[in-house]
């Protein structure tokens, strides 16, 4: 049974760096919004044009993935999931394809937040977030209830790489996943 690996946090909680360091540990294909918003539309996309550009890119990925997992493939979801709905849209289309969904949380301080988005934001191949929309942002996330049983990935200190490492991966592997609900 395909596992579909749902990476979910604010921004700049480290969901990208941990999406690549589970594709590199594990035989799943990753797929992240902001990096295919970043290729598609540039680094810096028309703010009266974002939502529709989103839209576009999540219609995209959405189409793509359940294909993946129909061919018995598993899936690195990196789609921020800052909303509960989009959670739950998601682990139904995973009951329905018959897969197992494993919802992974990312958190750390807005402060820390902030320094990794300015530096992300160096980089020419990222999807650059200025301050404004940071500010605006970093409330819209709904962190996932316990009935969700979000597995807790901390986010590390500053100096050291965003993401979990080998320990806390081998321990999310002994976790029971989080099943989606049985398709009709």
């Known amino acids: ?63 793509l993935w359940p294909k993946c997992v129909d061919l018995g493939w598993d899936v690195i979801l990196d789609l921020n999931f800052w909303k509960r709905r989009q959670r739950e849209e998601v682990r139904e289309m995973v009951a329905a394809h018959r897969g197992t969904a494993i919802l992974y949380r990312l958190d750390c301080a807005k402060a820390l937040a902030w320094q990794r988005i300015q530096k992300r934001n160096s980089d020419p191949r990222a999807l650059h977030i200025a301050p404004a929309t ?14 969700e049983a979000a597995r807790e990935v901390s986010a590390p200190q ?19 996943p989080c099943q989606g609900r049985q398709a009709g």
């Open 134 to 147: 940071f500010e605006a942002l970093w409330p819209q996330f709904e962190p996932p209830g316990p009935d």
């Open 1 to 63: 049974m395909p596992t579909i690996h749902m990476i979910c946090g604010p921004l700049g909680s480290g969901k990208t760096t941990f999406a690549r360091h589970l594709e590199g540990e594990l035989p799943a294909l990753r797929f992240t919004h902001d990096e295919w918003m970043a290729i598609v539309y540039g680094q810096d996309p028309p703010r009266d044009r974002f939502p529709d550009f989103f839209q576009r890119i999540s219609t995209l990925i959405n189409s």
């Open 158 to 176: 500053a100096a050291q790489p965003a993401c979990a490492g080998a320990k806390t991966l081998a321990r999310a592997r002994r976790l029971a």
